[in-house]
């Protein structure tokens, strides 16, 4: 008969012990779908900053400053990381690609506040001008998925979650950490001087 107690006891604890398993799994798998929610957002930004780079190395290209090589050589450095972002095929990929857009973008936008021409230029003004509100919204949306995955791996490194997660394969994300957060203060100040 204390057997039998024994057993039931033991089948009691692995069902609510397997019921808290799945609980904490529904929980991941929400926080991870707020994660893919944040990446979504964060990725329209990215892919609406690549299609105005074009057209801002154009604007570039155009003026009669272009030759100077304080000027053409970041125009060169931005048209390749905007090559890599074509390529890349995961996320990591991407955020490398955006990594280095970000500092080819940010000594092309230093570059350009050095020629009073340049900065003069309506349609480079307004380039620039659409450039600064994507890096802005950029920021944003960038902070928000990073939050969102801190908050995650912070869970997944916590009992009983680290078990829960060993046992579904569910895995930490990644950071999207910038090397320059885009345009550089003084090419900032020289939009708002226009």
Do not use: C
Not at 48 to 54: F, G
Not at 56 to 63: G, M, P
Not at 124 to 150: I, K, M, P, S
Request: glycine share 4%.
């Amino acid at each position: 008969m204390l057997r039998w107690v024994f057993i039931l006891l033991a089948i009691a604890v692995l069902a609510v012990a397997g019921e808290r398993a799945l609980e904490v799994r529904d929980q991941l798998v929400a926080q991870r779908q707020g994660i893919e929610a944040a990446w979504s957002k964060l990725e329209d930004d990215l892919e609406q900053r690549v299609e105005t780079l074009p057209k801002l190395l154009d604007a570039v290209a155009r003026s009669p400053q272009v030759s100077r090589p304080s000027v053409t050589a970041p125009s060169r450095e931005l048209a390749r990381s905007l090559e890599l972002v074509e390529k890349a095929e995961d996320r990591a990929g991407i955020i490398e690609a955006n990594r280095k857009i970000e500092g080819s973008l940010a000594e092309l936008l230093t570059a350009v506040t050095q020629y009073p021409h340049l900065s003069r230029d309506k349609e480079l003004q307004q380039l620039l001008d659409e450039t600064a509100a994507v890096d802005n919204r950029l920021h944003h949306d960038r902070t928000e998925y990073n939050e969102a995955v801190q908050r995650f791996n912070i869970r997944l490194a916590l009992f009983p979650s680290n078990l829960v997660a060993n046992l579904f394969g569910i895995q930490r994300h990644e950071f999207y950490v910038p090397t320059d957060l885009g345009i550089p203060a003084n090419a900032r100040a020289s939009q708002v001087a226009n």
